[in-house]
């Protein structure tokens, strides 16, 4: 499909082709469907409402419920503040969410639509809730209107009270959520009291019960998020998707906020347990001493097929960031690491891990496309693809073995519900790699080489 990309690489300045993202939008959903009982609501017409519902289920085989204004020719002209007010009244009179949340779309924004004087005018039920976010898609990625839909909510929502609620407020990112339940497993485990904002485990990795469930149990519920202003402090997992978030939140309410990096491999994971050993004065239990030891033997097991083998990453910034982290601690040679998020600090990150790990003719482009890579590799070729399903086409036309991870894994099942944070995370990582390699080794291996044992 892609056998006739070209080697040259020409300069670009005003094209993108095959983006390393997503729109807003669907990061402002994504986000509202971590919040107990909210409706996510995209202002704009149905189509953009129907795609970023479509690639979030595609994702996590799960339904992602939202509404949409519904635009039409005339809101283009007029605007969209009887949509707004209609549907926000059709919303909690049929599907009685306990909070919808708003975000806009290119079409919204182009025209103008104050959602916030809006909102204000609104007749909106007793006990119910309507916040809003601005996500213009023109801007930015889905990474954006991930944590533009967090502030959304805590500009509305949070409060201080005067009394310290003694938590620690967590900012998960952008993660699954069989790393969201991993993040809390190993928070429990070193027993710090959190919010945890958003939480989609429990809604996004729901069960199957025979009974469908349009809010099912999970998410920050609206009291938790409220109570982040009286929080004792803030860990933001992922500079990139956190900074914003953590900041509102000390400029609001004078909470204290450490950002780190996205607990993926030793290093980042030792950092982030380090962080919740010092806010709750607990020693490491000796059971995740044992999982970090454990990841360590797989990686020392492992090392005489991993070493110098060359891997292209691309994803979302901070996970591509903690990818690189564990590629290195693996002595892979992370030959290309690209972001479509237009973020240059994660240029500056991925450059000190190439330095702290003498990492040597490797590159780094935030802000880059699928197309940049796949001419890089066609100059320079790589050992292994690591990313979201849209580097298959790369990887078939290069022959490439290729794991999958990051947002979003449109052809694959069960990988929403495992982790890829904390070591447990780490040494499922290091398996699917090793195995990818030992299976192309094999593949390409003559009769006399092929051994039972390797
Ligand atoms: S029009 Fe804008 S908001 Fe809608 S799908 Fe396209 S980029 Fe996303």
Redesign the pocket.
Known sequence: MLDLTRKEVLERKALRINPCK?????GAMYCALGVERCMPH?H??Q??CS??RTVLSRHFKEPAIAASSSFTEGTSVFGGRSNINTAVKNIFDIYNPDIIAVHT???SETIGDDLGSYILDMDIPDGKLVVHCN?P??VGSHINGFFNMMMGFMNYLTKKSGTCNGKTAIFPGWVNPGDLREIKRLCAMMGVDIICFPDQSGVMDAPMTGKYEMYPNGGTSVAQIRALGDCAGVLGLGEITNVEPVQLLEKKWKVPGKLLKAPIGVRFTDEFLMELQHVSKQEVPSSLETERGQLVDLLLDSHAYTFQKKVALFGDPDTVEGLTSLCLEMGLTPKYVITGTPKEDFARNVNALFERYHAEGCVVKANADLFDLHQWIKNEPVDLLLGTTYGKQIAKAEDIPFVRAGFPVLDRYGHTLQPIVGYRGAIRMVEKITDALMTRLERDSSDEDFEIVL
């Open positions: 997503i729109c807003q939008p669907v995209s704009g017409s189509g953009c795609y970023h779309t290119c079409l996500t898609s023109y």
